[in-house]
């Protein structure tokens, strides 16, 4: 009985895929402004994206359910490409002499994604306040001036990042490689 359900839903996601293929191309280049091979590349992951989930139910409404998971391939890549701009900004003004290795280059755009994946788990607050104190060394009266708070709440804030990033499933895994 599960081979036929297995079956029958491969053939759904197989007749969703020759009737919306074109369409979330084409949505993806016009609604999210995607370059055009591009948006074939996120067409291809999002319906990757669908069968490779199996909590996956009927869908019911195939081009909202797409466009949702397409939305957030894209918001992702627009993140990345902006993150790598602004490191190949940052590298356009260091010196030959302190360049780092192709190999530096891509261990700290790893590096910088994984960062990156990990604060987008913050609320706004708390990874402002994270990043205020991370990266600008502001002490905890400071960012509460800064983003009009009271310290207490700025210390909570900070409790919930720390939290966060202790948690994340990205540093649990290089915790153990090291």
């Given amino acids: 009985m599960s081979a036929s359900i297995a079956t029958a839903s491969s053939a759904s996601l197989?007749?969703?895929?020759?009737?919306?293929?074109?369409?979330?191309?084409?949505?993806?280049?016009?609604?999210m402004g995607v370059h055009p091979d591009r948006a074939a590349d996120l067409t291809q992951d999002t319906f990757v994206r669908v069968l490779l989930?199996?909590?996956?139910?009927?869908?019911?409404?195939?081009?909202?359910?797409?466009?949702?998971?397409?939305?957030?391939?894209?918001?992702?890549?627009?993140?990345?490409?902006?993150?790598?701009?602004?490191?190949?900004?940052?590298?356009?003004?260091?010196?030959?002499?302190?360049?780092?290795?192709?190999?530096?280059?891509?261990?700290?755009?790893?590096?910088l994604h994984t960062v990156d994946r990990l604060l987008q788990g913050l609320k706004p607050k708390a990874r402002e306040a994270f990043l205020l104190s991370q990266l600008e060394g502001l002490t905890y009266a400071e960012i509460a001036k800064t983003l009009d708070l009271s310290v207490s709440c700025v210390k909570k804030y900070m409790v919930q990042a720390v939290t966060h990033c202790l948690l994340h499933p990205d540093l649990q895994a290089y915790a153990t490689e090291c």
């Fill in 14 to 31: 197989e007749q969703m895929y020759r009737l919306e293929c074109g369409w979330l191309t084409g949505w993806l280049r016009a609604k």
């Fill in 53 to 111: 989930d199996t909590s996956r139910a009927e869908i019911r409404q195939p081009r909202s359910y797409l466009a949702t998971i397409a939305r957030g391939l894209a918001i992702d890549l627009f993140r990345r490409q902006d993150l790598e701009q602004a490191y190949a900004d940052y590298l356009a003004h260091t010196s030959l002499d302190t360049y780092p290795s192709p190999e530096s280059q891509a261990l700290v755009l790893e590096a």
